[in-house]
């Protein structure tokens, strides 16, 4: 794959519904382009469209992963058995003290003690199991994003072009990539379409707290709400520091006053990104 592939693919993962004339015009690219890609993609097995139910909403409130060990020799024919289960979401045949591991769901405790007590108790080979509650998902096979190859990439958004310009310098001496913005609006844009690594923000742009609105906007969109925001600002040394909500929460990782040095920007970069 090429990075125009990984970015399809990356839109693809926050919207499966989207067109191919919304991907290509958030890419620059053209629709058939986008066409032909995802036929491709799809077609070298890359890539499924599907739909993932949220076990939650459908009265599946008993979420497991159930550990087994099991007689070597059985261990596939015992895998595909509880695969061909409807309780039963995924099953892995792993390395370690134990052979099989299965996600299973159920709507209740007692659904489950059946499933454990009879259903899988029925199966011969099975030498061992262990079963644990999942009380919160963090993060799941959908949330996670293809990562992207090469070095990190960061979107500065400040309509100062020097700043702008003394930015990309310093960075793409430190080895990062670097893409620009003007104000919120086409910050927003680019992050949909980049999926930037990192956001340095300005607040005073096209308005006096465009960045401050942009941050929140950003926090409600799909794939950049965990994205960081590193805010580089003059607001809180101008007249208008007054108007920058000091008391509440501002939606960034990090907050720096202008003018700031290329060993304070760097410390503070290497420090958020994971």
Same mark, same amino acid.
Not at 217 to 223: A, K
């Given at each position: 794959m090429d990075e125009l592939d990984r970015r399809i693919i990356a839109f693809l993962q926050l919207d499966g519904r989207a067109s191919n004339v919304e991907i290509a015009r958030a890419l620059g690219v053209a629709e058939a382009t986008v066409r032909k890609r995802i036929e491709r993609l799809l077609a070298e097995g890359v890539i499924r469209i599907v739909a993932i139910p949220s076990v939650d909403k459908l009265g599946l409130e008993v979420e497991t992963v159930i550990l087994l060990k099991v007689e070597p020799a059985q261990a596939l024919r015992i895998g595909e058995q509880l695969a061909a289960m409807k309780e039963v979401r995924a099953v892995r045949y792993t390395t370690g003290e134990y052979d099989l591991i299965v996600e299973a769901v159920f709507p209740s405790n007692e659904d489950l003690l059946h499933f454990l007590t009879n259903r899988l108790a029925s199966i011969p080979g099975i030498r061992a199991t262990a079963?644990?509650?999942?009380?919160?998902?963090?993060?799941?096979?959908?949330?996670?994003?293809? +990562?992207?190859?090469?070095?990190?990439? !960061?979107?500065?958004? *400040?309509?100062?072009?020097? /700043?702008?310009?003394?930015?990309?310098?310093?960075?793409?001496?430190?080895?990062?990539?670097?893409?620009?913005?003007?104000?919120?609006?086409?910050?927003?844009?680019?992050?949909?379409?980049?999926?930037?690594?990192?956001?340095?923000?300005?607040?005073?742009?096209?308005?006096?707290?465009?960045?401050?609105?942009?941050?929140?906007?950003?926090?409600?969109?799909?794939?950049?709400?965990?994205? +960081?925001?590193?805010?580089?600002?003059? !607001?809180?040394?101008? *007249?208008?520091?007054?108007? /920058?909500?000091?008391d509440e929460y501002v939606p960034v990782e990090s907050f720096l006053s202008k003018p700031v040095s290329p060993e304070q920007l760097l410390s503070e970069i290497q420090r958020l990104l994971p």
């Open positions: 079963t644990s509650y999942v009380l919160k998902s963090i993060k799941q096979h959908c949330d996670w994003i293809l +990562p992207r190859e090469g070095p990190p990439l !960061i979107l500065v958004v *400040d309509d100062d072009p020097d /700043f702008v310009e003394f930015t990309r310098m310093v960075l793409e001496k430190a080895g990062y990539r670097v893409i620009a913005a003007a104000n919120g609006e086409q910050g927003l844009q680019a992050m949909r379409q980049e999926q930037p690594d990192l956001v340095i923000l300005d607040v005073m742009m096209s308005g006096i707290l465009d960045g401050l609105n942009a941050s929140m906007r950003m926090r409600t969109v799909q794939g950049l709400e965990k994205t +960081p925001i590193l805010m580089v600002s003059s !607001i809180t040394s101008s *007249d208008y520091a007054a108007m /920058f909500p000091t």
